[in-house]
């Protein structure tokens, strides 16, 4: 069983059955099925997505730059990390929001000793924000934070059961792979589960992924036990 491990949300999960923003049922039901994890003495380290709300690589253009681009997209991870952490803590789930951009009127700066202590209290930490810099995806920051907190495992949520040697919802005939490594990972261009930049820095430092689905219920606490739920990547 894990000590402590990293759970990389999207926005488009935070958007549960919402068209367009945070769905808070979904949030109540996440945090019922965190509990479970840190009932279990298993430290949570969460870093959200921002789709549900803005992608910054899609608003590139018509005179908004790259950079601009990027930040509206880390301040759309805000929203979802402010949310998260009042729908945790309503539910009982001690939680704690830092942020990677300054933002101090609304949330704790990321400190890795500020965020160590939390963890060692029992509290989940959500970071919002990203990596704070421009270019870097949440996944890469997903990575970059779970080695900074001496993570055991990513758990990267997806809507489907694990990585497939093709695009399961276009091929009836997709096979799930139940381990690969960080080899086949990042030359496969079939499989597109993180950037490429991800699965280098975890591969570089032997960190294992997870791929699952974190819906079915006990799930998330399954992986974060290792009892192999949906694809592990490894080297």
């Known amino acids: 069983m894990h000590k402590r491990v990293l759970l990389k949300l999207s926005g488009e999960q ?11 049922d979904f949030a109540a039901w996440l945090a019922a099925e965190l509990k479970k994890v840190t009932d279990a003495g298993i430290e949570v380290v969460v870093m959200v997505g921002g789709g549900n709300y803005a992608r910054g690589a899609q608003l590139v253009g018509n005179g908004i730059l790259r950079v601009t681009a990027d930040h509206i997209g880390m301040l759309a991870t805000m929203m979802n990390a402010l949310a998260l952490t009042d729908v945790f803590e309503y539910a009982g789930l001690p939680t704690r929001c830092l942020s990677n951009i300054y933002a101090e009127q609304v949330a704790e700066p990321f400190v890795f000793r500020l965020a160590e202590k939390h963890l060692q209290k029992g509290r989940v930490v959500i970071v919002a924000g990203g990596i704070g810099r421009p270019y870097l995806t949440t996944d890469t920051a997903a990575v970059n934070l779970a080695l900074e907190m001496n993570c055991d495992i990513v758990l990267k949520a997806t809507k489907v059961d694990g990585v497939y040697d093709k695009d399961p919802a276009k091929f009836p005939d997709a096979q799930r792979i139940d381990h690969m490594t960080f080899q086949q990972a990042v030359t496969d261009p079939n499989i597109q589960v993180m950037d490429k930049a991800a699965m280098g820095l975890a ?10 689905d974190p819906m079915p219920v006990d799930n998330i606490l399954k992986a974060a036990r290792g009892e192999g739920v949906g694809t592990t990547i490894a080297s």
Do not use: P, R, S, Y
Not at 14 to 24: C, I, P, Q, R, S
């Open 203 to 212: 591969m570089e430092h032997e960190l294992q992924i997870t791929v699952f």
């Open 14 to 24: 935070l958007a549960g059955k919402v068209e367009h923003g945070f769905d808070a």
